[in-house]
């Protein structure tokens, strides 16, 4: 796979956001996320005459975004392995035998590219549903999510109901595992 030029280069500014902690890469994502509503809220209001507020700061379209940044690169990476086993050959090997781009895809691409796609959803939502310091700062009032819960338990030293919640994660992430490795055995047998 070619690594030169701008593809290489956006691979590697994606990259980054793996490297750096999520609250930093919350304090980066409010910054555009808070013009863009400063900017809808005036466009609102020149049009409509109405104000808003702010939608999207402090919502969970602005956690996703933060997520998005902090865990392409994982998905990223997991499915360009997987893509890298996808020879032009085979591509020239589906047209000859009278399959259009889509049927390509369909028929040949999805079935060598399921399970490392399988495999980038597990790792982001595992890497996701333990995230603290994005969900922290990004996360609308009274929305909590496991890790967020576990913390506020913990730091009021309620540890019997913080150790339910970090269970929880412990098993909402161990229940995927453990099929997608029972998939990976059965399709090596």
Do not use: C
């Amino acid at each position: 796979m070619n690594r030169g030029g701008l593809p290489g280069a956006l691979n590697r500014l994606v990259g980054l956001g793996y490297a750096v902690p999520g609250s930093v890469i919350a304090v980066g994502v409010l910054i555009p996320v808070t013009r863009l509503d400063n900017w809808l809220a005036g466009w609102m209001q020149e049009l409509a005459g109405i104000n808003p507020g702010l939608m999207f700061t402090g919502g969970i379209a602005a956690v996703i975004y933060a997520y998005l940044v902090r865990f392409l690169a994982v998905a990223l990476q997991t499915v360009e392995a997987s893509l890298a086993k996808i020879t032009p050959s085979m591509d020239d090997a589906a047209r000859s035998l009278g399959y259009g781009q889509g049927a390509t895809l369909r028929r040949v691409h999805v079935p060598l590219l399921r399970g490392s796609l399988l495999t980038a959803g597990l790792l982001v939502f595992v890497d996701v549903m333990k995230e603290l310091p994005a969900t922290l700062v990004m996360r609308p009032f009274n929305f909590d999510t496991l890790a967020t819960q576990t913390f506020t338990l913990a730091s009021d030293e309620r540890l019997a109901e913080a150790s339910t919640a970090a269970l929880a994660i412990v098993a909402v992430g161990l229940l995927p595992l453990i099929v997608l490795s029972r998939q990976i055995a059965r399709s090596r047998r």
